[in-house]
């Protein structure tokens, strides 16, 4: 609809860029420090609409994109910041129809990315040790409407990933991402994508290590680094902050691994590693 409607996810955005993500519900109102709006004021407005306060103080009135969802969920955990979450979707080839196994659901956040780009065709499978983190991770999707697209598995992933079938990729969110590689491999289709995140270069080797020793191929590592500028024309430059590194990014791809492989060892020994597939 290109109007709001009643029951519809807004966003509301202040004179300060400060953002309140709301469930419009006619006969309600939304309540700040600043004053009120009534939700049926809303109602019926077209998106993008600047309404004000009772007290006076105006709002611009948008749909949430994904990234101001993954923001404003609930959370217990670190989410995926959303600048490493979009790349990995497209490092994960993720889109409607495919099937994705996350381990390690924490908040929800990747999982709330890999349930909007999956859906209505595909499927997300998030197995979590932790209960409580479900329950939230659970929660999250349902008041965005994402609920449908993600089944939730309680269950130790070093034990095996309780999905039926192969997946099109998997991806780990976990401090010791290495002990699952062999159980992702078990899973995942020949060919299929494999992603991890974790913090430290430590964590780094020993899931390149694992990777090595079982049948993943085209293994890259990356991080993200985002800089934002002050959009004021007369007066151009960064912002005094930005967000720098969050995590490493580690992605390989499921290979049938011959019996005598190359792996990146030999880049220790002052030879040129040679990746699957390069030429």
């Known amino acids: ?100 196994l996350e381990s390690g659901c924490g908040s929800g956040g990747l999982t709330l990315a890999l349930a909007t780009a999956v859906m209505p065709t595909g499927h997300v499978y998030s197995q979590e040790i932790r209960q409580d983190f479900i329950e939230l991770a659970r929660h999250n999707m349902e008041r965005v409407g994402l609920d449908p697209y993600v089944t939730f598995i309680h269950a130790d992933s070093t034990q095996g990933f309780r999905v039926e079938g192969k997946v099109d990729a998997v991806f780990l969110d976990m401090p010791e991402p290495e002990t699952c590689v062999p159980q992702a491999r078990e899973v995942l289709k020949d060919g299929g994508f494999f992603g991890a995140l974790v913090p430290t270069t430590n964590q780094v080797v020993n899931l390149l290590r694992a990777l090595e020793d079982a049948a993943f191929g085209l293994i890259d590592v990356e991080e993200i680094l985002t800089r934002r500028y002050k959009p004021v ?23 049938v691994k011959p019996a005598q492989w190359p792996t990146t060892k030999l880049a220790a020994e002052g030879e040129e590693a040679v990746s699957p597939g390069a030429a």
């Open 1 to 100: 609809m290109d109007t709001i409607q009643d029951q519809d996810l807004a966003l509301l955005v202040d004179t300060r860029d400060k953002a309140h993500l709301v469930r419009v519900r006619a006969g309600h109102k939304f309540e700040t420090h600043h004053g009120f709006i009534a939700y049926d004021a809303m109602i019926g407005q077209p998106w993008g609409s600047v309404l004000h306060s009772s007290l006076g103080h105006p709002y611009v009135i948008v749909p949430p994109s994904t990234a101001d969802l993954i923001k404003h969920i609930k959370r217990s955990s670190q989410v995926i910041f959303p600048k490493d979450s979009a790349y990995i979707l497209m490092r994960m080839n993720a889109k409607p129809g495919a099937r994705i």
């Open 233 to 255: 024309a007369d007066r151009l430059r960064p912002q005094d902050r930005m967000v720098a590194h969050t995590g490493f990014l580690i992605f390989a791809r499921a290979i």
